[in-house]
């Protein structure tokens, strides 16, 4: 079975800090895995999708990983604003159809 | 393009009633995706369908139903509701397999 998890659960940094979250899973056979962004009580917004042949996607920001073998990917965000603040999910597409499976997120709080 | 659209925003209901929720993908997917978000139990899959057919089902009771239509739109349907059903519904679409997942900003249902 499946199993998505993030470190840490929580994150908090001054302006400007590079930074890097952190996703691991425990079947290396997956479709895809995508980043998302989620502020207090409101919808996901997707922020990457990796597909499983590549290793890494970049979207400004944000440059997202992928080490299928080891389970592992993670993302960086540079230069962090006050506005990057909000929680994070990652989530795998694996070979139990096309549901996602999801880690339980980082919180991330930029400070100014 | 318009994203994906869920109503009604918010609903409270009693236990022991049933509740409706709406999704309208994006045009042109054909897939929709349903979640359930509480703060245990993180996101939770409920069940996928496509083309107007359900292609898979989270770990839920038979109280949780859906369906799509020749439109894509779907809706889900939850029956005689217990105070534990109370939660952000989430509604997902895209185009097809591998394809990047978009967030509809959900239902927040809560069950008194």
């Known amino acids: 079975k499946q199993e998505v998890t993030q470190i840490p659960a929580a994150l908090s940094v001054p302006e400007g800090e590079n930074l890097v979250l952190n996703c691991s899973f425990t079947d290396s056979a997956i479709y895809n895995l995508q980043w998302f962004r989620q502020d207090p009580g409101k919808g996901l917004t997707s922020l990457l999708l990796?597909?499983?042949?590549?290793r890494e996607q970049t979207s400004g920001r944000l440059n997202a990983s992928l080490d299928k073998s080891s389970g592992r990917s993670t993302l960086y965000i540079a230069a962090s604003q006050p506005g990057d603040s909000a929680t994070y999910l990652c989530a795998v597409v694996g070979n139990q159809g096309g549901k996602l499976i999801f880690g339980q997120g980082t919180e991330l709080s930029v400070k100014p | 393009k318009a994203g994906v659209t869920q109503t009604p925003r918010y609903l409270i209901k009693t236990r022991g009633q049933q509740v409706t929720l709406s999704c309208s993908p994006i045009?042109?997917?054909?897939?929709v995706s349903w979640y359930q978000q509480t703060p245990g139990q993180g996101l939770q899959f409920l069940f996928e369908?496509?083309?107007?057919?359900?292609?898979n089902k989270g770990n839920f009771p038979g109280r949780f139903s859906g369906r799509q239509f020749s439109n894509s739109r779907s809706e889900m349907n939850v029956s005689t509701l217990e105070l534990g059903d109370s939660a952000l519904y989430l509604c997902?679409?895209?185009?097809?397999?591998?394809?990047?997942?978009?967030f509809g900003p959900g239902t927040r249902l809560t069950v008194l």
């Open positions: 045009s042109g997917h054909r897939s």
């Open positions: 997902a679409s895209k185009k097809g397999d591998n394809n990047e997942q978009f």
């Open positions: 990796i597909q499983s042949s590549q």
């Open positions: 369908y496509f083309s107007e057919t359900q292609r």
